[in-house]
Each structure stands twice: as structure tokens, then as C-alpha cells.
């Protein structure tokens, strides 16, 4: 296999459980995607309208991203992780794709979500960067097994 970046973002930290898992499974790099100002329970409150995430999303505001990928260049794949709001990506998401040059990469995208799919999250990606190669997209929990995530990423 190639040279694997998992890279993701995880307000709450259930995304860094499952990152951290995939990239033990496929011996990959971990990468955290983490904003300068970082969430408080707060700002999550999907359920408030004057919250941060909830600002952020609506007025597609993206933060400011605090470490940049070191030698990117040596990856191949990278796995994107994050968790779904509102049936797409953080804005976060779309601030590391504006940043980062990985046209020509293999892209596999994975979410956490409590019940949402991953479908609209993946086609607002390939939409949005449509000179980008995204190879698959897939919601994950935590639970699956080691050959769960090999098998995906082959």
C-alpha cells in the first residue's frame, strides 16, 4: 500500500477515536486538522443559532487552521475524517482543502455521525472541489474491525 495520511477533525473526539483506529489498521499517518480556536461544548450546540458551529455553517465561515501538514507531499492516499453538521463538512473541512494541494491524490473520506449518512457530505465535497479525487466515502462508528477498514481503503 502506499503512503496513507489519515487526516481529521474531531470537535468532540469521537472522530479522533475512529481516525486513530483506522490508521492503526492501515498503517497510516495521523494528521489532526485542528483550529486555532478551539470548540467548547458551547459552541457545539447544534440546537442554538448563535452558537459558533452553528454561525460557522450557516455563514460559511471558515476557521483558521493551527499546524499545516507536515511533507505532504510523501502521501499518496489521504483519508479525510470528520464529524457531519448540518449534512455536510465544518467549514473546517473546506479551509483544509483551500490550503492544502492534494490534486491528484487518492481521496477516501470518512465520517462519524449519529445518524446521518454519509452520502450528501460526500457529494457536497465533489462538488465543491470537483478537481479533487475522491475515491469513496464511508460513515464509520468505532466499532467495525481492522479488516472493516483495510477492505475499504484497497
Do not use: H
Request: aromatic share 12%.
Amino acid at each position: 500500500m502506499n503512503k496513507v495520511l489519515v487526516s481529521y477533525f474531531s470537535a468532540s473526539g469521537v472522530t479522533k477515536k475512529v481516525a486513530e483506529k483506522v490508521a492503526a489498521a492501515i498503517n497510516g499517518d495521523l494528521f489532526e486538522i485542528e483550529p486555532v480556536k478551539k470548540y467548547t461544548n458551547e459552541d457545539l450546540d447544534w440546537t442554538n443559532k448563535q452558537s459558533r458551529s452553528s454561525i460557522e455553517m450557516n455563514e460559511n465561515i471558515k476557521p483558521e487552521i493551527s499546524t499545516k501538514v507536515p511533507n505532504l507531499d510523501e502521501y499518496e492516499t489521504i483519508c479525510l475524517a470528520f464529524p457531519i453538521w448540518w449534512y455536510k463538512e465544518p467549514t473546517i473541512i473546506d479551509k483544509f482543502l483551500e490550503e492544502n494541494d492534494i490534486t491528484g491524490k487518492k481521496i477516501y473520506v470518512f465520517v462519524t455521525s449519529g445518524s446521518s449518512s454519509v452520502d450528501s457530505t460526500y457529494k457536497s465535497l465533489k462538488n465543491n472541489f470537483s478537481n479533487l479525487n475522491f475515491i469513496s466515502g464511508k460513515r464509520f462508528t468505532g466499532n467495525e474491525s481492522n479488516e472493516d477498514y483495510i477492505n475499504w481503503i484497497k
